[in-house]
């Protein structure tokens, strides 16, 4: 990142918070798991101390972090979770060891099992929930 800043350039980094903190995250992930076994969702890989500390170990200075939350809306909600699927299946151990069309049988099943979480969350086709990120802004 340092690299590709001139000198006194910004910087703006977003990172997804803990799918703990986001329950339309954590139940989707928990359907998958009932697939897939455990996943270790690499998308959520900064809390607010590590995102600064990454920053700043980049060579960036007046490091600040903030944490926000955002209500988000996808018009095509069965689409978002085949989506989310397809990357559960990539960042799952089991899924690593499929072969492609158990890949796509796995998502499938997923999408299918995910239809109560999609609902308790939707908007006719559509779907809508809050989601936390980290926001690191620095100075190079």
């Known amino acids: 990142m340092r690299r590709a800043l001139r000198e006194g350039g910004k910087?703006?980094?977003?990172?997804?918070?803990?799918?703990?903190?986001?329950?339309f995250l954590r139940e989707l992930r928990h359907v998958a798991e009932?697939?897939?076994?455990p996943i270790a969702d690499a998308r959520y890989n900064f809390a607010e101390t590590a995102l600064e500390v990454f920053v700043r170990d980049a060579g960036f200075n007046n490091?600040?972090?903030?944490?926000i939350?955002?209500?988000?809306h996808f018009d095509d909600g069965r689409e978002f979770a085949r989506l989310n699927s397809m990357?559960?299946?990539?960042?799952?151990?089991?899924?690593r060891e499929m072969d492609e069309q158990q890949r796509r049988q796995a998502v499938d099943a997923?999408?299918?099992?995910?239809?109560?979480?999609l609902k308790s969350h939707s908007k006719g086709?559509?779907?809508d929930f809050d989601l936390r990120t980290n926001v690191a802004r620095a100075k190079g």
Not at 87 to 95: E, I, M, P, Q, R
């Open 11 to 23: 910087l703006a980094v977003a990172t997804w918070r803990s799918d703990e903190e986001i329950p």
């Open 69 to 72: 939350s955002r209500r988000v």
């Open 34 to 37: 009932r697939h897939l076994g």
């Open 63 to 67: 490091v600040a972090v903030k944490t």
């Open 110 to 117: 997923i999408v299918t099992d995910s239809a109560a979480v």
């Open 87 to 95: 990357a559960f299946v990539g960042l799952s151990t089991a899924g």
């Open 125 to 127: 086709s559509a779907v």
